[in-house]
């Protein structure tokens, strides 16, 4: 299974930008997708994330800008982004994991986003 992530790109502050996720192949129910960033010089960090029940978790610094959702039927995951700020710069990289049988942790090759202020 391979993830493909789309969507970055440069963007004005206060600007929006919709990122995507599609997997090829065939995932699994129970599973969760999640959204990461990686900012130059910074570490990983989790976005956001969404079971394939609906269940939903943002970081802090993203709530009540960022929407994530996913669409099981397309094995697709969507990660809405408003009131952008140049603080939000960074690669975007999504992630499926499952921890039951069949487990799994698939990254997807990242996607860049850039908030000029």
């Known amino acids: 299974v391979q993830l493909q992530a789309s969507g970055g790109g440069l963007v004005q502050a206060g600007g929006s930008l919709r990122l995507s996720c599609v997997a090829s192949?065939?995932?699994?129910?129970?599973?969760?997708w999640r959204w990461y960033r990686q900012a130059a010089g910074k570490q990983r960090e989790l976005v956001a994330g969404?079971?394939?029940?609906?269940?939903?978790n943002y970081a802090d610094s993203v709530k009540g800008r960022f929407t994530i959702s996913r669409d099981n039927a397309k094995n697709t995951m969507y990660l809405e982004m408003n009131s952008l700020k140049p603080e939000d710069t960074a690669v975007y990289y999504c992630?499926?994991?499952?921890?039951?049988?069949?487990?799994?942790?698939?990254w997807g090759q990242g996607t860049k986003v850039t908030v000029s202020s």
């Open positions: 192949g065939r995932t699994f129910s129970g599973d969760i």
């Open positions: 969404v079971t394939s029940g609906g269940t939903i």
């Open positions: 992630n499926a994991q499952r921890l039951y049988i069949p487990q799994y942790s698939y």
